[in-house]
């Protein structure tokens, strides 16, 4: 069974950055894609970035060019990089992984609270 923790999420002020970290643990980490997902109070979860095992990513367009993500199949680790961070990224941030023989996320980390200030 797949298990996922997420760490790094807290208080800052906009124009902070912020790392979160997703430990992967129970299956082979370099099956997987990895993604991460935000839901605000109110809103729709979204996927907001995901990357292959061989390290492509996607990012959304409301992140694109402020978050970047990355892995690390020896740690089985997955990292999100949030810079230039806005108040409209208040969210509970999840990260997910699905195997590569499926088009859904199977498996998902338990949230962590992202807020920032104005």
């Known amino acids: 069974q797949v298990e996922l923790v997420e760490f790094g999420g807290g208080l800052v002020q906009a124009g902070d950055s912020l790392r979160l970290s997703c430990v992967f643990s129970g299956r082979t980490f370099s099956w997987y894609v990895m993604g991460w997902f935000r839901q605000a109070p109110g809103k729709e979860r979204e996927e907001i970035a995901a990357?292959?095992?061989?390290?492509?990513?996607y990012e959304a367009d409301s992140v694109k060019g402020r978050f970047t993500l990355s892995r690390d199949n020896a740690k089985s680790t997955v990292y999100l990089q949030m810079n230039s961070l806005k108040p409209e990224d208040t969210a509970i941030y999840y990260c997910a992984a699905k195997d590569l023989r499926t088009s859904t996320y199977d498996y998902w980390g338990q949230g962590t609270q992202v807020t920032v200030s104005s």
């Open positions: 990357i292959t095992p061989g390290s492509s990513t």
